[in-house]
């Protein structure tokens, strides 16, 4: 796998993270714990990015 390819599919799982947490956060009853985790793991995704596209 290339890295441009692997920058891609981190970028779709950072997308896909995104949306999830959108509709927790519009869930009534969603897990504040969860929520939390999702965005730790979009967090170190962006940072992922980031570093392999320097």
Do not use: C, F
Not at 29 to 47: F, N, P, Q, W
Request: no cysteine; hydrophobic share 30%; charged share 40%.
């Amino acid at each position: 796998m290339s890295v441009a390819s692997h920058v891609e599919e981190l970028r779709k799982k950072h997308h896909n993270l995104s949306e999830a947490v959108k509709d927790a956060e519009r869930s009534p009853g969603s897990d504040s714990v969860s929520i939390t985790r999702m965005k730790k793991e979009k967090m170190r995704l962006k940072e992922e990015i980031v570093r392999l596209s320097h």
